[in-house]
């Protein structure tokens, strides 16, 4: 759980300049830098996914208030 807290610590000390930036947008962190941000939540899940697995990383749209999931909660992309 410390590895989460690191990021969301990162992403609060980079708050300001994201939401002047990028407000509205996804982000995806690891290791407490900026992987990339995205125009939807599945871009950046799937990329995550695709390069680190079931992480440990943070997905959080910029602005908007953090939401809990349940650890038992992962993403998968649906492809139909």
Do not use: C
């Not at 992403?11 to 930036?21: K, N, Q, S, T, V």
């Not at 799937?46 to 953090?66: E, K, N």
Request: net charge negative; aromatic share 8%; charged share 25%.
């Amino acid at each position: 759980m410390q590895d989460i807290d690191n990021e969301i610590s990162a992403y609060e000390a980079m708050r300001d300049e994201l939401e002047a930036h990028h407000m509205g947008e996804w982000i995806v962190m690891r290791d407490g830098k900026v992987i990339g941000t995205y125009d939807s939540f599945e871009t950046a899940a799937t990329d995550a996914v695709s390069r680190f697995g079931r992480g440990p990383y943070l997905i959080r749209q910029i602005g908007a208030p953090p939401i809990t999931l349940p650890a038992s909660v992962m993403y998968r992309a649906s492809h139909g």
